[in-house]
């Protein structure tokens, strides 16, 4: 089971850290991906991690701002927000699939979803 923390009130212009936690011993055999969805839009793909936290992938429109890492010790990955817009203000959610290899932006592609968390940034 997969569970996202870390959400939260914030300010334009601030930071959070989200916290995707795995209850399952072999989380560092999974690669994982962050997706967020807003009210009346479709889930959209912010990075994502291979399994060893060797490779990366963001999409454009958080690049620079947001960054994804892991800690396999704590079955843990993280996404790392900064200057946060209002724009961000959406229901975040960690996704994983069990790989040697790359995520993916494509949400289809994996197979276990945790709940969302919610990021709200005001103005």
């Known amino acids: 089971q997969l569970q996202a923390s870390g959400g939260g009130l914030v300010q334009a212009g601030g930071s959070l850290r989200l916290s995707c936690a795995a209850s399952e011993r072999t989380f560092s055999s999974y690669a994982v991906g962050w997706f967020r969805q807003a009210p009346g839009k479709e889930r959209e793909f912010l990075a994502s991690i291979s399994w060893s936290g060797d490779s990366t992938y963001s999409a454009d429109s958080v690049k620079g701002r947001f960054t994804i890492s892991r800690d396999n010790a704590k079955n843990t990955v993280y996404l790392h927000m900064n200057s946060l817009k209002p724009d961000d203000t959406a229901v975040y959610y960690c996704?994983?699939?069990?790989?040697?290899?790359?995520?993916?932006?494509?949400?289809?592609?994996?197979?276990?979803w945790g709940r969302g968390t919610l990021v709200t940034v005001s103005s």
């Open positions: 996704a994983a699939r069990r790989t040697y290899g790359s995520g993916s932006s494509d949400r289809s592609w994996y197979n276990y």
